[in-house]
Every structure is written in structure tokens, then in C-alpha cells.
């Protein structure tokens, strides 16, 4: 899986999320910087895109809302 800088990531090993800052292709290391101040090294191989789900629906919702009970 390719990276791109300056995208929303996380590091499976640790669960931090961080965005990408610097990718090396000849030994498949990402540089990541979490928001915390850290930055660090991580193979590839751990580094997953973030997913963020924005507006959520409640759980068995049909699409409609019954305001009267």
C-alpha cells in the first residue's frame, strides 16, 4: 500500500494516528508525526489509513425519524 505526505495515518502497532511527513521507497519506511509532538520511523507494513466516519447513523436507522413516539 503507497502513502502520500501529509496523509492521515495510523500505526497499527500502537493505535496513534499521525500524518505522514517523509516516505523512504528504497527501505519501505514512513515517517510519521503524531500530534503529540513524537515523530517516528514505521514500516509500511503497520502504517493504515485513517478512516474517519463523519456523520454516523444511529444503530436500525431506516432513514426516517418518528418525532412523536
Known amino acids: 500500500m503507497s ?30 508525526a503524531y500530534s503529540d509532538g513524537m515523530t517516528e520511523w514505521v514500516n509500511r507494513d503497520q502504517v493504515k489509513k485513517l478512516l474517519i466516519e463523519t456523520d454516523p447513523s444511529p444503530p436500525n436507522y431506516d432513514g426516517y425519524q418518528n418525532l412523536n413516539g
Open 3 to 32: 502513502h502520500n505526505i501529509g496523509e492521515n495515518v495510523v500505526n497499527a502497532e500502537n493505535m496513534k494516528t499521525g500524518n505522514v511527513v517523509e516516505i523512504r521507497e528504497s527501505d519501505g519506511m514512513v515517517h510519521i
